[in-house]
């Protein structure tokens, strides 16, 4: 199934949504953030991260989605979810350059775009700067 919300944790340093129709690339994300102490909630379908997002917007911190997927793009669904809520925190990740309307994305109130293929301590640094924004 696309949808593996998780279990809130007492020690948990915030709450993240991840997007990505590559599974394995969402699994590694979920990975890579589940131990650097967040609770991750991961989809690979954008319209049910959507819907999820409507329910548990309150709830979570960060959104990381990809910019590049086949029923929903990146921007769509950033614009969806700042519908939802105008303070959403959204970082973009993209395998592509960034003339791939990307930087409209900044300029709409993205945090940061994380070129993948990317470690776990460039994922850390862009989670923590976005967190503190």
Request: a negative charge.
């Amino acid at each position: 199934s696309t949808i593996q919300p998780c279990k809130p944790s007492a020690t948990s340093h915030g709450r993240i949504l991840v997007v990505d129709d590559e599974r394995l690339v969402l699994e590694l994300q979920k990975t890579m953030l589940t131990t650097l102490g967040f609770d991750v909630d991961a989809f690979s379908d954008p319209a049910a991260a959507l819907m999820f997002y409507r329910r548990e917007s309150q709830e979570i911190n960060l959104v990381i989605m990809d910019m590049i997927m086949p029923t929903m793009g990146g921007q769509d669904l950033f614009l969806a979810m700042r519908a939802i809520n105008p303070d959403v925190k959204v970082i973009i990740s993209s395998g592509y350059s960034l003339d791939d309307g990307v930087g409209s994305l900044i300029a709409l109130g993205a945090k940061s775009i994380l070129q993948k293929p990317f470690r776990k301590a460039e994922l850390e640094q862009h989670v923590r700067d976005a967190m503190r924004q």
